[in-house]
């Protein structure tokens, strides 16, 4: 289409994520991290609201230890492929390690993707409580109120891996699977609709839409299959909105707004 139709769809995308996640108020995410900033691999300051602004956030509870060193190639290669078909994912580094010096040069290591998020040292414990966090490595999927949604979620990694060492397309497939059941549990309205973040268009979209990716700005909402109007993602981001806040029912009446 032409630029001003992309900027449109582009435009309604945003729209349709701030009715669906609350808009810009604080949610239980920035809760979750009040008093501790996050950190990029270079060192800078990121708030949760732009760093995290619709994205389905990972967890990743570890240490240099051997068993994490283990672990944590899969993971990147687990969030790589994910990426692939959908850019909202986004693991956050929490660290066991016990200094500052040791958690910076684990963060900084080959084996942790440059993309990914760190919880700087004075912020750890507090997190690591409110999960329960009884074993290193663990992975928490979370939802927009800052909780966990996802039973075993670094045994499903592992797992996948296993069975698919010598299965490249088999290992894609699962990832893609795994990662859409994830970001429903989490309640991101998208997968449930067919909608893709940025990457390359969801498992199951069509080869031929065109994916933006978003990188800090504005995102890219992209149909997996056809074309939706820009009056039906709208309708559908306050439906959804109205069933996180218990309204469920009062969909009809809630949505004749945008025929008019």
Request: net charge negative.
């Amino acid at each position: 289409g032409t630029p001003a139709s992309r900027r449109s769809c582009r435009d309604v995308g945003a729209m349709a994520w701030e009715l669906a996640s609350g808009g810009s108020k604080e949610s239980g995410l920035s809760g979750l991290f009040r008093g501790a900033s996050l950190l990029s691999r270079q060192g800078e300051a990121i708030s949760v609201l732009s760093g995290l602004k619709n994205r389905t956030a990972l967890l990743y509870f570890a240490s240099s230890a051997d068993i994490c060193r283990k672990f944590t190639p899969q993971l990147r290669k687990f969030y790589e492929l994910a990426r692939e078909n959908d850019d909202s994912i986004m693991v956050i580094f929490v660290s066991d390690d016990e200094t500052k010096e040791e958690q910076l040069a684990f963060f900084r290591g080959e084996d942790m993707h440059p993309d990914w998020l760190m919880v700087e040292l004075l912020g750890v414990e507090d997190i690591m409580d409110a999960f329960e966090v009884k074993k290193i490595p663990s992975l928490v999927v979370l939802d927009r109120d800052g909780k966990s949604v996802v039973d075993g979620a670094r045994d499903q990694v592992w797992d996948m891996f296993q069975a698919h060492r010598k299965d490249p397309d088999g290992l894609k497939a699962a990832v893609g699977k795994t990662w859409e059941e994830w970001r429903r549990a989490a309640g991101d309205w998208r997968a449930s609709q067919g909608h893709t973040l940025g990457g390359g268009g969801g498992a199951s979209s069509s080869s031929s839409g065109a994916a933006a990716a978003w990188r800090g700005g504005a995102p890219g909402i992209v149909p997996a299959a056809g074309t939706r109007s820009d009056r039906e993602a709208l309708r559908a981001a306050r439906l959804a909105a109205l069933e996180r806040r218990g309204l469920g029912g009062a969909g009809d009446s809630a949505s004749a707004g945008f025929d008019q």
